[in-house]
C-alpha cells in the first residue's frame, strides 16, 4: 500500500512534459486516479512523476465541435450542457457513471482514455460518438480516430513520448441522440458491460448509428451487426449477439462468460432503444 | 427525568465526526518500528527456507522475524498460537514472516526482498471430497492441545448448552483426519416423526465466506517497558481476552501484559487477538515498540472471516400444529484454523426460534487451506438461516398455510425442549411473529407486480452470559465515574451513561464512563455476542446502587433523615416528600473527598453472572425486485422487527437493527470470498468483493417490541447479532417469490438470478 520510491516534477508547459517523456522511467499523472492505486500495489513503479495537472488543459470548448481538454473532469464532462444539446447524452452519461463524486471530481478524461482500461466507461461513448483524441508529442499535435485508439488492454495508439492533450466531438446531424447503458460490477462499479448508441432519426426512421461497446473484453469496440439491424429496423439484441460472438469475452468465477456475453446484448438493445426514443423526442 | 428509552447520540460521536478519535494507526509511540508482512503465495507447503538478506541489507530494515523467532512457551491447534507460519503453510496469505523497519515505507520495501522457498502440497478445499477418508490432509503436521476459550464463547452464545458429546456410534459416516465431528443432537425418532408428518421438505445449501469488513482493518501495537512488562494497544474487542492468551502463547505471567483498548474502528466479532500475538513477539524479539496496522488487502489476505457451509436439511410438519422434526448435516468449512468455528453449534441453531418434537442434527467442521474461522456477527446464523427459512417457506406453501402462520404455530415458547436438550429461557418468539403478521409491508405480499417478490423470515440469538464487574465512584463535583474494561463497541458506553443516570439520579451530563485498561479495570468481558450491555451494564447498575446507598447512608447522618427516606432526583439528594431540603450531591462528596473527612470517598462495586439467556427473537421482511434479463436484484424496501427487551437508547436500537438488515442484504446478494482451484483468494480487495453500498440499500424499517428480560438492566436484552439471524432466509423467499423458483447458493448474484429465472 505504499509506492516503491520515485521522483516528482510539476510540469511548467505541454512541451515540457513531453520533453520530461524522454525519460523512459517517467509517466504523467493528471488525477492520478488509476495511477496512484497500480502505484501502491506496486503494479506500476515509475522512477518519476510528472505532475500535469497544472497545464492549462482544463475545459470543455462548444463551437462547431467539442472541444474537452484532457484534464476536464469527469464530473465537469457529465454537467456539460453542451452534449446534450448536440445530442451526444451518451458522452455525459459515460461520465457521469464513473465511480462516485470524490473519484469524478479527480479523474480525468484524459487520463481515462490514455489508460487504456478495457472496463473504463469513457470508450463506449468516445466510440458512439467518433471522437478523435488529439495528442501532442515532440513533432507536434496529431490526431488519432477513436476507431484505431484503443488497441487492447491498457494499450492505445498513444506514442511513448506523447499526451493527450484533447478530446474532440464531432457534432452529430441534426435528429441525432444518444444513451449510455451499463451494468456496474457491485464490488467495484466498473461496468461490466457498457454500450452507447448514438443514432439520427429522419422521417421516423433510424439513418444513421453509432454504438460502442466496453467493459466486455480487451478492447473496446463498435457493434457493427447491431448497428447494421438498427438500421434495418430489426430486434438489436439479437443481432448484437453476433457482435458479441466474435469477442473475446471476458468472465471470472463470478460473472461468467456466457452471462457477460448475455447482458451484453441486452444493455446494447437498451442503449439503442433509448436513443431512438430520445430522438424521436421522448424526453428519456 | 429518565434517560433511559430516550434518543441520545452516542458520546463518542462528537469526537468521531471532528476527526479528534485516536484510534490505533494514530498512535506513534518514540522509537517505533512498523511492521509489514510475508504473506503466504501457496495455500498449502512446507516452508524449505526463508532468505532474509536482502530484505536486511534494505536501509532502514531492522529485523526479519519468521516463526523460529518469537519466544512463544506453547503451540496449539489455532491461529492465535500461530502468529507466523511454523513450518508448513496452511493457507495463501497466511503470515510467514514480519519485517520491522523504521518506516512502512521500508518495511514493504522489505517485504519484496524476502524470498520463501517452498514446497507445495495439494490444496484442500472441497468440504465434501475433504471429510472422505482418502482424503489428502489441509494440514500434514496435526499440532495436538484444545481449542481454548474462543470458540466455546460464541458456541455457548448461540445456544449449546451443555449438550452431550455424540455417541460413538453416530459415527457412522468414515471421515478422514480433516472432519471434526460429527457433532450430534438427538431427540425422539426424526424419522418416524418426518414419514408421520403431513408434508415433508429438503434440500442442499451451500453459502460463501463473507469477510466483516470493518473500516479499520486489524492491527495492534506492542511497546517493551523497562520493568520487562509488555504494553498492548489493540484494536480489539476483548482486552482480557487478548491480555489472557497472549500470556499464555508467550509462557508470561498475565500481570506483566497490559492491553490497552484502542476506539475501534468497526470489528463485528472479527477483532479478537489477530495481530497481538504477532507484536508482542516482536516487541519481545526486538526489545522496540512494534506495530502492525494490515493494509486492506492484507486484512482481506490474513484475516478470519465467517465459514462457507454446505447444509443438507429435511424437515416436517402438519397443518394443525405446525413444525415436526428436522434432520440436518452441516459441514461447516473452518479453514485452516477453527479458532472461532461454529461447527459445534450449528446442529442447535439450525432448530431456529422453533419447537421441535424430533430432531437428528448433526454436523462436521472441515479443515482446509484457506484463511481460519473468525467471529462475525450471529456466527454460524446467516448460514443456518438460509436453509432453515427456505424450507420452513416451502413447506408452508405444500401445507397450503400462511408462512407467518405456520412460524407462529411453531415458535418455542418458555420450556419447550430446545434442540440442545436444555428448556428455553423466555423468549418472545409469538410476539414478535404476530406484530409482524401486522406489518404492512408483509401485507402487501399479495399485490405485487410481475417480477417483485416479498420474502419473510425468523431468527434466534441466544446471547453470551459473560460475567462481568464494574466500578463507580462519586466525585469531588458530584458527578459519577463510572469504570469498565469493557471496550465500547457500537455505542455501548452510550447506554451504560444512560443506565447510570437513571440509576444515580444525576444528569447525564455528570455522568463519566471511564475505560480502563487490563492493569486497573474491574474484570470485563469480551465486547461480543451480544452480551455486553446484557452483562456488563448490569453490573454498572449494580456499581452505581451501591455507590447511592454509600452516599445516601453518609448523607443521612448529615441531614438526619433516614436513608430509606431519601431519594437522589438530578442531581440533589432530598427527603421524599421535600424537595425543598434537597442538598446537592457535590455538597456530600465534598466532604469525603478533601483533606480530612468524617467518612471514606464513596465507591461502588457491581458483579454480575446472568446466569441465563435472555434470547432475543427477529423477524425479516424483504421486498426485491428482479430484472429476469440480467438476473440484478433490487432491494426495495425492508422491515425488521425484534424483540429487544428494552431500548435502553432506541436510536441505537435502530442503528444495530438497520446495520443488521444492510449486513444481511450483503449476505444475500453479493458477499463471497472465492479462491481458484489451487486456493488463490480471488477476491481480494473491495474491487472484487462487494458489499452492499449505500444505493443498494432501501429504507429498513425497524419495529421493535419490548418484552422485558428478567436479567438485563432495565429489561433489556442482546439485540444486535439476532439482528442478522433472520436475513439471509427473509432475502431468499423474497427472490424466490420474485423469480419462481428457488436459489440455494449464496450469494444469490445475479448470474445465479438470471439462470433461475430462465430455467423455469
Ligand atoms: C474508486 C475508483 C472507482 C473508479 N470507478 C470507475 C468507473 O466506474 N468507471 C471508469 O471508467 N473509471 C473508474 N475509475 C477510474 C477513473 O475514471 C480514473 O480517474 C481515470 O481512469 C484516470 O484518470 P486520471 O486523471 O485519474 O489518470 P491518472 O491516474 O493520473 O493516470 C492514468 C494513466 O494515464 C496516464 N495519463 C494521464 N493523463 C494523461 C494524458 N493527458 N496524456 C497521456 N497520458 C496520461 C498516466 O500516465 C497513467 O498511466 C475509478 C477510479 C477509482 C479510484
Redesign the interface.
Given at each position: 500500500m505504499i509506492p516503491a520510491q520515485f521522483a516528482y516534477r510539476r510540469a511548467t508547459s505541454v512541451a515540457d512534459a513531453v520533453a520530461a517523456l524522454a525519460d523512459p522511467d517517467a509517466k504523467v499523472i493528471a488525477g492520478g486516479h488509476s495511477l496512484v492505486p497500480m502505484m501502491k500495489l506496486r503494479l506500476a513503479r515509475p522512477g518519476t512523476l510528472i505532475d500535469i495537472g497544472g497545464l492549462p488543459l482544463r475545459g470543455i470548448a462548444d463551437g462547431a465541435e467539442i472541444v474537452v481538454g484532457s484534464l476536464t473532469s469527469h464530473a465537469d464532462l457529465a454537467q456539460a450542457a453542451a452534449f446534450a444539446a448536440a445530442g451526444l447524452q451518451a458522452v455525459a452519461e459515460c461520465a457521469a457513471a464513473v465511480g462516485d463524486v470524490q473519484v469524478r471530481n479527480a479523474g480525468t478524461i484524459g487520463g481515462s482514455v490514455a489508460h487504456g482500461d478495457p472496463a473504463s466507461d469513457a470508450p463506449a461513448g468516445l466510440i458512439a460518438a467518433d471522437a478523435r483524441i488529439r495528442v501532442a508529442g515532440a513533432a507536434g499535435e496529431r490526431e488519432i480516430a477513436v476507431d484505431a485508439f484503443f488497441q487492447g488492454p491498457f494499450w492505445t495508439a498513444l506514442g511513448e513520448q506523447e499526451l493527450v492533450s484533447a478530446i474532440v466531438f464531432p457534432k452529430p446531424a441534426a435528429g441525432s441522440a444518444s444513451a449510455y447503458e451499463s451494468i456496474e460490477d457491485p464490488a467495484s462499479g466498473y461496468p461490466l458491460v457498457g454500450a452507447a448508441a448514438l443514432v439520427t432519426v429522419a422521417g421516423g426512421r433510424v439513418t444513421a448509428v453509432r454504438i460502442g461497446v466496453t467493459g466486455v473484453s480487451g478492447t473496446p469496440f463498435r457493434a457493427t451487426n447491431a448497428e447494421a439491424a438498427t438500421l434495418a429496423g430489426a430486434p438489436v439484441a439479437d443481432a448484437a449477439r453476433l457482435d458479441i460472438t466474435g469477442q473475446d469475452v471476458f468472465g471470472d468465477t463470478r460473472f461468467d462468460e456466457e452471462y457477460r456475453r448475455h447482458i451484453a446484448a441486452v444493455v446494447i438493445g437498451r442503449a439503442v432503444e433509448r436513443a431512438i426514443a430520445r430522438a424521436q423526442g421522448g424526453s428519456q | 427525568m429518565s434517560i433511559v428509552g430516550t434518543d441520545r447520540p452516542r458520546i463518542d460521536a462528537d469526537d468521531k465526526l471532528r476527526g479528534a478519535t485516536r484510534y490505533l494507526g494514530d498512535l506513534k509511540p518514540h522509537g517505533l518500528l512498523h511492521g509489514r508482512l510475508v504473506l503466504a503465495m501457496d495455500a498449502h507447503a512446507t516452508i524449505n527456507r526463508v532468505i532474509k538478506d536482502a530484505a536486511l541489507a534494505i536501509p532502514g530494515v531492522v529485523a526479519v522475524l519468521t516463526a523460529e523467532d518469537l519466544p512463544t512457551a506453547m503451540e496449539g491447534p489455532m491461529r492465535q498460537f500461530e502468529p507466523l507460519a511454523r513450518g508448513e503453510i496452511v493457507f495463501q496469505g497466511q503470515p510467514v514472516a514480519l519485517v520491522l523497519a523504521e518506516t512502512?515505507?521500508a518495511a514493504?520495501?522489505g517485504v519484496?526482498a524476502v524470498i520463501v522457498e517452498t514446497t507445495s502440497h495439494a490444496a484442500v478445499l472441497d468440504l465434501e471430497a475433504a471429510i472422505k477418508p482418502d482424503s489428502p490432509l489441509a494440514r500434514i503436521r496435526q499440532i495436538g492441545g484444545e481449542m481454548e476459550g474462543s470458540a466455546a464463547m460464541h458456541v455457548e452464545a448461540a445456544g449449546e448448552g451443555e449438550g452431550a458429546p455424540a455417541p460413538a456410534a453416530a459415527a457412522a459416516e468414515p471421515v478422514s483426519a480433516n472432519a471434526k465431528g460429527p457433532h450430534r443432537q438427538q431427540h425422539g425418532d426424526a424419522t418416524a416423526a418426518l414419514a408421520g408428518s403431513e408434508a415433508v421438505v429438503k434440500g442442499t445449501f451451500r453459502t460463501s465466506w463473507v469477510h466483516q469488513t470493518y473500516m479499520e482493518p486489524q492491527g495492534a501495537l506492542a511497546i517493551p517497558e523497562v520493568d520487562g512488562s509488555v504494553t498492548i494497544h489493540s484494536s480489539t474487542q476483548g482486552a482480557f481476552y487478548v491480555r489472557g492468551m497472549v500470556a499464555k502463547l508467550y509462557g508470561v505471567d498475565v500481570s506483566t501484559v497490559r492491553v490497552v483498548g484502542a476506539p475501534l474502528g468497526g470489528a463485528f466479532g472479527g477483532k479478537f487477538n489477530l495481530i497481538d500475538p504477532l507484536v508482542m513477539g516482536a516487541a519481545l524479539a526486538v526489545g522496540r515498540p512494534v506495530k502492525l496496522q494490515l493494509?486492506?488487502?492484507e486484512d482481506f489476505a490474513s484475516g478470519m472471516p465467517a465459514s462457507a457451509c454446505i447444509l443438507e436439511l429435511e424437515l416436517g410438519g402438519t397443518k394443525a400444529t405446525g413444525l415436526t422434526a428436522f434432520r440436518s448435516r452441516i459441514l461447516l468449512d473452518q479453514g485452516a484454523y477453527g479458532d472461532w468455528a461454529m461447527d459445534g453449534a450449528v446442529p442447535v441453531m439450525i432448530g431456529g426460534p422453533y419447537r421441535w418434537s424430533a430432531w437428528d442434527s448433526l454436523s462436521y467442521g472441515v479443515t482446509t487451506n484457506r484463511f481460519g474461522t473468525g467471529a462475525y456477527r450471529g456466527p454460524g446464523g446467516p448460514q443456518v438461516v438460509f436453509a432453515l427459512e427456505q424450507l420452513v417457506d416451502e413447506l408452508a406453501n405444500k401445507l397450503g398455510v400462511d408462512p407467518l402462520e405456520l412460524r407462529l404455530k411453531s415458535a418455542a415458547v418458555e420450556g419447550d425442549t430446545g434442540v440442545d436438550g436444555d428448556p428455553w429461557a423466555p423468549v418472545a418468539g409469538r410476539e414478535v411473529i404476530e406484530r409482524t403478521m401486522q406489518h404492512p409491508l408483509y401485507k402487501k405480499r399479495g399485490s405485487l407486480p410481475a417480477n417483485e417478490g416479498i420474502g419473510v423470515a425468523a431468527g434466534v440469538w441466544m446471547g453470551a452470559r459473560f460475567p462481568s464487574a464494574a466500578t463507580c465512584r462519586v466525585d469531588q463535583d458530584g458527578g459519577i465515574t463510572v469504570v469498565t474494561g469493557a471496550v465500547d463497541m457500537s455505542g455501548t458506553n452510550t447506554s451504560f451513561a444512560a443506565i447510570a443516570a437513571d440509576t444515580f439520579g444525576v444528569p447525564i451530563e455528570s455522568v463519566r464512563i471511564s475505560y480502563a485498561d487490563t492493569a486497573t479495570a474491574p474484570h470485563a468481558p469480551p465486547s461480543g455476542g451480544s452480551g455486553v450491555t446484557y452483562s456488563v451494564g448490569q453490573s454498572i447498575r449494580l456499581a452505581v446502587e451501591d455507590a447511592k446507598e454509600q452516599l445516601l447512608d453518609f448523607a443521612s447522618d448529615q441531614m438526619d433523615v433516614a436513608a430509606s427516606d431519601l431519594e437522589v432526583v438530578d442531581g440533589m439528594v432530598r427527603p421524599v416528600g421535600s424537595p425543598d431540603r434537597g442538598k446537592s450531591v457535590a455538597h456530600f462528596a465534598e466532604q469525603v473527598t478533601g483533606f480530612v473527612a468524617t467518612a471514606p470517598p464513596i465507591e461502588g462495586r457491581g458483579r454480575f453472572a446472568p446466569g441465563n439467556p435472555s434470547p432475543s427473537v427477529a423477524c425479516h421482511v424483504a421486498h426485491v425486485r428482479i430484472d429476469p434479463?440480467?438476473?440484478?436484484v433490487e432491494t426495495l424496501d425492508y422491515a425488521v422487527i425484534q424483540d429487544v427487551g428494552k431500548a435502553l437508547n432506541p436510536g441505537l436500537v435502530r442503528g444495530q437493527l438497520q446495520g443488521g438488515a444492510v449486513q444481511s442484504i450483503g449476505w444475500a446478494?453479493?458477499e463471497?470470498l472465492?479462491h481458484?482451484e489451487y486456493g488463490q483468494l480471488?477476491?481480494g480487495s473491495?474491487?472484487?468483493?462487494?458489499?452492499p453500498r449505500a444505493d443498494?440499500v432501501p429504507n429498513v424499517d425497524v419495529d421493535y417490541i419490548e418484552v422485558p428480560s428478567a436479567i438485563g438492566p432495565f429489561g433489556a436484552k442482546g439485540i444486535a447479532e439476532a439482528a442478522v439471524m433472520a436475513g439471509t432466509g427473509a432475502m431468499a423467499n423474497a427472490v424466490a417469490a420474485a423469480v419462481g423458483s428457488r436459489i440455494r447458493e449464496l450469494p444469490m448474484?445475479?448470474?445465479r438470478v438470471?439462470r433461475a429465472a430462465n430455467s423455469r
Open positions: - | 512502512e515505507a514493504e520495501d519484496e493494509t486492506r488487502s434479463a440480467t438476473g440484478e446478494l453479493y463471497e472465492q481458484d480471488l477476491t473491495f474491487m472484487q468483493y462487494a458489499v443498494r448474484t445475479s448470474p438470471w
